[in-house]
């Protein structure tokens, strides 16, 4: 997208959003349960960004994704903070690419309490790659115009020079 002068930016105050202030292990280690229980947030903002093609008119979208994951994570806070923070502490320590194979006992923990507190069961390898349907409130926005071009010629008349090609024909069956 091509910023000039004609175009409106959104207000600081328009963007300004509480953050979500955790490190790289945490936000592995509830990457999983964090995507089911923030689902709907995250297809209806991933729609809308498709759909528009305009980062500014989904920033509404976007701050319901950033406020399911703060309530997300102060959840967990409340009902697994030990078994988080050492399932979190395990995925950074074990390795540097932050591997999941080396933490399956403390997942599996951080898992069952999640279940049993929140509900949420881990998906299943694979979830995330499924298709999914979304039923967005959000009205489909308008097909495209096509672009019509005045100026071009319907086609060329019979009697326009065709001189046969420079090295031969591309369609060597039609020679």
Excluded: W
Excluded at 12 to 24: G, H, K, R, Y
Excluded at 26 to 32: D, H, K, M, P, Y
């Amino acid at each position: 997208m091509v910023v000039t002068n004609t175009v409106d930016l959104p207000t600081e105050e328009e963007l300004t959003v509480p953050e979500v202030n955790l490190s790289n292990a945490s936000l592995r280690a509830g990457a999983f349960h964090l995507g089911k229980y923030c689902e709907k947030q995250n297809l209806e903002f991933m729609l809308c960004r498709q759909e528009l093609d305009d980062p500014r008119k989904c920033i509404e979208e976007g701050k319901q994704v950033t406020s399911c994951t703060m309530n997300f994570f102060r959840m967990v806070k409340k009902t697994c903070a030990e078994e988080f923070a050492q399932y979190a502490n395990c995925l950074d320590k074990s390795s540097p690419y932050f591997d999941y194979n080396r933490c399956r006992t403390t997942q599996g923990v951080y898992d069952k309490c999640i279940f049993d507190n929140l509900q949420i069961e881990r998906p299943e390898y694979g979830y995330y790659c499924r298709p999914k349907v979304h039923d967005s409130p959000r009205p489909a926005p308008p097909p495209p115009e096509k672009t019509i071009y005045t100026d071009v010629p319907h086609s060329l008349p019979e009697d326009y020079p065709r001189p046969p090609a420079k090295h031969g024909s591309r369609f060597h069956y039609a020679n």
